[in-house]
């Protein structure tokens, strides 16, 4: 008898468990028929279309395409057809109130958050940017089929300094100078705290070493942090740059946290292209945004709540964050400035997620309902395409063209004339498919 070492039993275990595990690489062929498609970019809708999916693409739009053998047929019966959204300011991991998170332990955290992809997924949601948060093994479960949810985006955990938005340590904590005792998220990896050019180097590159699409700093104050007002500046020009000349090695970009215009004005000059929320900058920092063709990654939903947990000086800051979107998303309008994506930040409540397509509707205060559908996919697509070799998912998003993944809608109503339809997803979201295959089919 040949006795098997504790190796091969594992090696055994894991080749024989492979196969349930590996996602289809190509799904089965379908024709849609009879839609009205927004391509994500034009306002007039195409009429009299075929869209032919192969393999997880786009393989062919035109009128009176043959069906190939073996392939489903949807007519459309005329509803709208566009690509899946993407939420760009995503955060998996952090669905549980502050004091839950608080105390769980990392299984715990992996629990909660194994629903939260699949619930993005049937709100339309094929693309999630993830900007904080340990969600690497999250992305692999669901693009190896173990779980249903959107394709995952990881930036890993938000690196900031000492004090800053990923410190969040409470008063109970010894101070980091007479004993290292990181906080509950920094301790699971979905926070991280690196101080001076050499430790935010190290801390870049082992997020990166775990394949983050792009890397996350916070250069500002928080509303979700104890310690920082929201006018704070956080790392110097030197650890800014530290974090980006690591990206940059690694063909990647740096998004930033950050308010106030001075936070917005030093990431800028040290490389960072994208920034987060901006609600408090002025005319002269948006003016420096479009200068260096960075973009925007705005919310407006979280801020209508105060998210669980939040003590009275969280919610004044997340008060005073809510107070500068109008005038944001005003002077944004007044200068011209389009680089601006979609995204909803909703942190604390599952029931919360199940409400982000309210995003929508909320936007339409400031924006044409065309534009707030190209904020959703195709403006999305171009920011998630600055990940260049580090993109996780190669070839075109948010778009309805040859070639591109066949990330698909089918909404019975027109949300270019009522954007409430878009909360309207469990009963008008009649379709959802991503890369070929389908999730949600009330046609059948």
Same mark, same amino acid.
């Given at each position: 008898?040949?006795?098997?070492?504790?190796?091969?039993?594992?090696?055994?275990?894991?080749?024989?468990?492979?196969?349930?595990?590996?996602?289809?690489?190509?799904?089965?062929?379908?024709?849609?028929?009879?839609?009205?498609?927004?391509?994500?970019?034009?306002?007039?809708?195409?009429?009299?279309?075929?869209?032919?999916?192969?393999?997880?693409?786009?393989?062919?739009?035109?009128?009176?395409?043959?069906?190939?053998?073996?392939?489903?047929?949807?007519?459309?019966?005329?509803?709208?057809?566009?690509?899946?959204?993407?939420?760009?300011?995503?955060?998996?991991?952090?669905?549980?109130?502050?004091?839950?998170?608080?105390?769980?332990?990392?299984?715990?955290?992996?629990? !909660?958050?194994?629903?939260?992809?699949?619930?993005?997924?049937?709100?339309?949601?094929?693309?999630?940017?993830?900007?904080?948060?340990?969600?690497?093994?999250?992305?692999?479960?669901?693009? %190896?089929?173990?779980?249903?949810?959107?394709?995952?985006?990881?930036?890993?955990?938000?690196?900031?300094?000492?004090?800053?938005?990923?410190?969040?340590?409470?008063?109970?904590?010894?101070?980091?100078?007479?004993?290292?005792?990181?906080?509950?998220?920094?301790?699971?990896?979905? !926070?991280?705290?690196?101080?001076?050019?050499?430790?935010?180097?190290?801390?870049?590159?082992?997020?990166?070493?775990?394949?983050?699409?792009?890397?996350?700093?916070?250069?500002?104050?928080?509303?979700?942090?104890?310690?920082?007002?929201?006018?704070?500046?956080?790392?110097?020009?030197?650890?800014?740059?530290?974090?980006?000349?690591?990206?940059?090695?690694?063909?990647?970009?740096?998004?930033?946290?950050?308010?106030?215009?001075?936070?917005?004005?030093?990431?800028?000059?040290?490389?960072?292209?994208?920034?987060?929320?901006?609600?408090?900058?002025?005319?002269?920092?948006?003016?420096?945004?479009?200068?260096?063709?960075?973009?925007?990654?705005?919310?407006?939903? !979280?801020?209508?709540?105060?998210?669980?947990?939040?003590?009275?000086?969280?919610?004044?800051?997340?008060?005073?964050?809510?107070?500068?979107?109008?005038? &944001?998303?005003?002077?944004?309008?007044?200068?011209?400035?389009?680089?601006?994506?979609?995204?909803?930040?909703?942190?604390?409540?599952? %029931? &919360?997620?199940?409400?982000?397509?309210?995003?929508?509707?909320?936007?339409?205060?400031?924006?044409?309902?065309?534009?707030?559908?190209?904020?959703?996919?195709?403006?999305?697509?171009?920011?998630?395409?600055?990940?260049?070799?580090?993109?996780?998912?190669?070839?075109?998003?948010?778009?309805?063209?040859?070639?591109?993944?066949?990330?698909?809608?089918?909404?019975?109503?027109?949300?270019?004339?009522? &954007?409430?339809?878009?909360?309207?997803?469990?009963?008008?979201?009649?379709?959802? &498919?991503?890369?070929?295959?389908?999730?949600?089919?009330?046609?059948?």
């Amino acid at each position: 008898m040949i006795r098997k070492t504790a190796f091969g039993i594992a090696l055994a275990l894991l080749t024989s468990v492979a196969p349930a595990f590996s996602q289809q690489k190509g799904a089965p062929a379908t024709l849609i028929t009879g839609a009205r498609i927004f391509d994500g970019v034009n306002e007039n809708l195409t009429t009299g279309q075929d869209v032919l999916i192969e393999d997880g693409k786009i393989a062919a739009l035109g009128a009176d395409l043959t069906a190939p053998d073996g392939a489903t047929v949807i007519d459309a019966g005329g509803r709208f057809l566009m690509p899946g959204f993407a939420d760009m300011h995503a955060h998996l991991m952090f669905q549980m109130p502050f004091g839950i998170a608080f105390t769980a332990d990392r299984e715990y955290w992996a629990y !909660v958050a194994s629903n939260i992809g699949e619930q993005y997924l049937m709100q339309g949601f094929t693309t999630v940017r993830d900007v904080g948060g340990n969600t690497f093994s999250l992305k692999r479960a669901i693009d %190896e089929g173990v779980l249903v949810g959107p394709r995952v985006y990881p930036s890993g955990p938000m690196i900031s300094q000492s004090s800053g938005h990923s410190d969040h340590r409470t008063d109970a904590e010894l101070p980091s100078t007479i004993q290292h005792e990181p906080s509950v998220p920094m301790k699971y990896f979905h !926070v991280a705290v690196a101080d001076g050019r050499d430790e935010v180097l190290r801390t870049t590159r082992e997020v990166l070493r775990r394949r983050a699409s792009q890397i996350k700093i916070s250069v500002g104050g928080g509303t979700g942090s104890f310690a920082d007002p929201l006018d704070t500046m956080q790392y110097t020009d030197d650890e800014i740059r530290a974090a980006v000349e690591a990206a940059e090695d690694w063909n990647t970009y740096v998004t930033a946290h950050v308010y106030n215009s001075d936070g917005i004005l030093r990431a800028l000059r040290n490389g960072v292209k994208s920034i987060e929320h901006g609600n408090l900058m002025d005319k002269e920092a948006m003016q420096a945004m479009i200068d260096a063709d960075a973009w925007l990654s705005p919310q407006v939903i !979280v801020y209508t709540f105060h998210p669980a947990g939040f003590n009275d000086e969280q919610k004044d800051k997340h008060d005073e964050a809510f107070d500068g979107i109008d005038q &944001m998303f005003t002077m944004a309008n007044e200068m011209g400035f389009e680089n601006i994506v979609f995204g909803t930040d909703i942190i604390t409540s599952p %029931e &919360m997620i199940k409400r982000a397509n309210e995003e929508f509707v909320l936007r339409t205060k400031w924006f044409d309902n065309v534009e707030i559908l190209r904020q959703a996919t195709s403006k999305s697509a171009e920011l998630l395409a600055l990940s260049g070799p580090r993109n996780p998912y190669p070839g075109k998003l948010g778009v309805i063209e040859e070639g591109a993944h066949a990330d698909i809608l089918l909404i019975d109503g027109n949300p270019l004339e009522d &954007m409430s339809v878009m909360t309207e997803y469990e009963e008008k979201f009649d379709l959802i &498919m991503k890369g070929g295959i389908v999730y949600k089919n009330q046609l059948e």
